[in-house]
């Protein structure tokens, strides 16, 4: 006879796991069921393109088909397994197990669920094939549609007043058990056992308890347990397995018809997560405490708690109802509440994850710790602590909070750690908020945490000694941020992301660790906040290293095209070094003032910089650097300057200095070695002086520069200024240039020499000479390069003497104004050095600093051996005379002709005689050779028959052959000094200052007011004769012998008058024709005379003669002075013929 279709379709089911179908009617056409099992048998591992060759694949394959779990899967696998390896054959293998579960009717058997499972599914399968499913007949579609178990509708159990024992079906159940003090019929009792035959349903237990209760409930996978009692009601799981989530709500309780709020605090011991997967706090709860006990890993939803959560064992924590004040706290599960130590190092290895708004948030140790990957969501929290992720740990916290936040994460070791939290900020005011994250690490070296965050975080890194965290990443979140670091040093830091990065501490936690910038676009920073030691940040690849605290004698060793920002004085000194030779580092400077508006200026006494750094840039855009001793760096190094602050470099070591860029000004002090020879500088109003044995290059840009060579600058040297008012100091005697472009610029002299070419630009520009001493800078040799150009103004004020340069450099520019503060002590010469060439001298262009209309400085003007051309100022200027026959303006102004070396000289090369003196005609008409010869001072050469106006001859003792007949030629010359011999000066019509010199001289004073001025007592001023002076016109200017005249008494050398001579008189004309000899006589008798020096003057009727004495009242030694020729009468002189100082 035929089988039934439930008989067909259970054998598909089984073998097959599909829905009959189509192929339903025939199957059941089947006379036996053993014979259709084992046709079906053969051939379901074809039809399903699945290997079932093996016995143990046969197995599995059956058991997952009838879905078996649990004790009832073991069983099956025990009975299949002896079955097929007992030789049985597979299709009454298959046939007894489904009428076994088709049959099946012990509700205390292990495969009682399965069975109504089974027989439920076959039910709906047979209903689908022989309706809607009856044309169907492929595999997939078959299989798709196995009888929609899922929509089997459930039962609904009530527990009784006695024990009970409910047992649900395939469907999805509910059970309802109220409280042991309910009146009604359906109370719970611990002794109750609900079991539902299912697995893969969806049943529901809702429980009403009023103390502590261990429900038995198994696979009923929604437990609903109502809690109410005034006081805390501990709700074990133990008794629960197959459950998904138990809700645990705590209610009111009615007392006499009144309602008391109940305590709402979940509390649920003995939870076991794999027989309860999740625990879920019921609406109105204030806090959740779960212990898990056996296997951990449960999830407990504590979203509706307003309190604190505690968990004991791994566990999935989401606790989004708690807030300020609460805490998160979930705790590793010990030995006991593992049941074993074995078991408790299993579970403790679980996930952990928190997802909260509490406010602290503690993952635990307890006597063990977790050892398994630990996430942290609490953005709200403002303490955050993991105990021990040495399995991983995520934390992101503080991301909210506005409280100061800390954030503590220990054992963190090489599976790593994240931190992402909140915006910190600096300051400790409210309601600014301050992050704080401690970490810890293992022993071991490659411990690993990353941080983001935003603002301000401080990080401690090791806080537990010598467990530090060994590689550090960091980054901002979504904008800039600082890590203030402490702890011992790490091994490696990384800066990642896309925002600003500043990582700052002391330099001792960063010395000699690899700190890698990785960020993208971003700009990363290294702050030392303290600097107590060297420190070595080579391995550093920032955008700057900035020190940010005050260190004493400091060096840092940077790696090339390192970026260091002062952003603090440094004591004593400041040194960088590279890492390795021909390095590049970059120096800045920073705001030291917090931004008080105070001016930012960086300083140090030296700033080093090691002979491996090939170039030093310095910027000084933000403040000021202001190196108080040196700046000292290799021979070979490059300093360039850039910004717009001041810069001072002290004594300077290196090769260049390059602050073109500089617009601030420069400072540098005298060089401390020979290795600096260049030095540019920028648009700011610059000062270098350098001092060292080198030949310098030095260009400055605009501004009002100071720049001074010392006396050390070696030939070579070069000056060369920019526009701008500037101040070139020269100390050097060695062959240097100088050049300055347009501004009022000044190049002083300060050596007592210089052989420097002064080239100076547009502008009123001068050159000063500071040396107090006569300055000889003639010699063609030693100062063949000395020129000045395009000069406005010459300085000699204080010179207070001399200046002699030659000719050569003063036709490079003879046009300028001579500055002085005496016409008689600032002297400027010109003079020809030449032995074999004239020189033309054209001092015409020559204008002079003026007090009151007189001339504060004077012009010399010199000739050579050969014939020279000089022209004299529009002032008053000296031409001295020399040989060769010159031609000499002397301009405008009173000029003075001085004949003082042309006496005793061989003017023609072989000359037999020396010359004795000259002859100068500065009257209107020619002087015969016989006139001068009859005034016994010289002959002049045979060859002049005269001597005529405005020429100068030369004199000779005797006759002579070779006796020179050269004649200069003067014009505009007021004044004569004669030479050293016996001259004959003949003065013009004008007003004359003639000063004979030594020797006894014939001088003819012709018309005007003539002064004639006398040498000091014991100088070989000779005898002079003076020829038509005129008494109260001309003078006898006698300012070298008294310094003035008491008084001029005149008498007769009479006794009967002696008595008259007035008291203090000390210039005493005593006339008679009396000898010197009887007027000294007759003065020291008076008894009214002071014995003080004085000038007697005595006559012999024709001529008078001019005495001075040296004791007036003593009759002391009197010496001839002059003889004025004409004057008769001694006594008719007057007090204005005489000048004393």
Known sequence: MAITTSQAQSLVLALFGASAGGHLTGLAAASNLNTLAGDLSMSAGLILGKDLSSNTAFRDHITSNLKLTGDALTAANAWLDGQLNAGAARGDIVATAVTFLATLTDTTSPFYAAAQTFNTTVASAVTWSTGAGATTFGVSALRANQGNVDVVAGSSFTLTTGTDTLIGTAGNDTFTGADTSSTTTDQYQDTDRIVDSSTTDSDTANLTLVAAATPQVVNVEIVNAQVNSLSSVTLTASGMTGVQNLTVTRGDVVVGGSTLAGNKAVVVDGLNAGAVAAVTAG???????????????????????????????????????????????????????????????????????????????????????????????????????????????????????????????????????????????????????????????????????????????????????????????????????????????????????????????????????????????????LTLDTLGADADLSAATVNSIVVGATGTSRTLTLATGASVVLAADQTTAFAVAGKASGATINLS???????????????????????????????????????????????????????????????VTAKTVNAANLTGDLTIGSAASTALTTVASGAGDDSISVNAAAAY??????????????????????????????????????????????????????????????????????????????????????????????????????????????????????????????????ILRVKNVSSTAGATIDASNITFTKSSGLQLAKLELEGGAKTDTITGSSMNDTIIGTKGGDTVDGGSGTDTFDATGMSGVAEVSGATNNTSGVVINLGATAVTAGTIAATSVGIVSGELATVGSGKVAYLYGTAAADNSSVQATLSSIENVIGSAGADYIIGSAGNNVITGGEGDDYIIGGAGVDTFVFAAVGADNGADKISGFTSATDILNLDAYMDGITKLFEAEADASVATSITTNANVIAVGGAVSIDDAATFIAGDATVLGTTGIIIVDNGTDSFVYYTDNLAGNGTEVLVATLLGVAAAEALVTADFLFA
């Open 697 to 826: 290059s030095i260009t400055t840009g605009d501004g009002a520069d100071a720049v001074t060579l010392g006396a050390n600058a070696l030939a070579a040297s070069s000056v060369v200024t920019g526009t701008g008012d500037d101040e070139v100091t020269v100390n050097t005697t060695a062959a240097v240039v100088i050049v300055t472009e347009s501004g009022n610029d000044t190049v002083t002299v300060g050596g007592a020499t210089t052989n420097s070419v002064i080239s100076l630009g547009e502008g009123v520009d001068k050159v000063v000479f500071t040396t107090n001493a006569a300055i000889d800078m003639s010699s063609a040799t030693n100062f063949a390069n000395f020129a000045m150009l395009d000069v406005e103004e010459v300085d000699i004020t204080a010179v207070s003497a001399t200046l002699t340069i030659n000719t050569t450099s003063f036709a490079k520019d003879n046009t300028f104004k001579l500055t002085g503060d005496s016409a008689t002590a600032d």
């Open 283 to 525: 609406t109105g709860t204030t806090t959740v405490t779960v212990t898990q006990a056996g296997v951990a890993g449960a999830t407990v939803n504590a979203n509706t708690a307003s309190g604190n959560t505690t968990v004991t064992g791994a566990a999935t924590v989401n606790a989004s109802g708690a807030g300020a004040g609460d805490t998160v706290t979930v705790e590793a599960q010990t030995d006991s509440q593992a049941t074993t130590a074995t078991n408790a190092v299993v579970q403790n290895a679980k996930a952990v994850s928190v997802t909260t708004n509490a406010a602290t948030v503690s993952i635990a140790d307890n006597t063990n710790k977790f050892t398994g990957a630990i996430t942290v969501n609490a953005p709200a929290a403002s303490s955050v602590t993991v105990a021990n992720a040495v399995g991983g740990a995520t934390v992101t916290a503080s991301t909210t909070s506005t409280a100061d936040s800390t954030i503590a994460v220990t054992n963190i070791d090489n599976t790593g750690a994240t931190i992402v939290t909140g915006t910190g900020a600096r300051e400790v005011t409210t309601p600014v908020k301050q992050i704080t994250i401690n970490l810890d690490g293992t022993t071991a070296t490659t411990d690993a945490v990353s941080i983001s965050g935003n603002g301000w975080i401080a990080v401690d890194q090791d806080v537990n000694a010598n467990e530090l965290v060994d590689n550090i990443t960091l980054s901002g979140v979504d904008a800039a941020v600082t890590f203030d670091m402490t702890g011992t040093e790490l091994a490696t830091y990384t800066l990642t992301g896309s925002q600003n990065v500043t990582l700052r501490g002391d330099g001792a936690i960063f010395t000699g660790k690899a700190i890698t910038n990785s960020t993208t676009g971003a700009t990363t920073t």
């Open 589 to 651: 400077t920073a705001d030291d003032t917090a931004a008080s508006g105070a001016t930012i200026d960086l300083t140090t006494a030296t700033l080093t910089a090691s002979s491996n750094v090939s170039v030093l840039n310095i910027d000084a855009t933000v403040g000021k650097l202001t190196l108080g001793t040196a700046l000292t760096a290799g021979a070979t190094t490059t300093v360039n300057v850039s910004g717009t602050k001041d810069v001072a470099l002290g004594a």
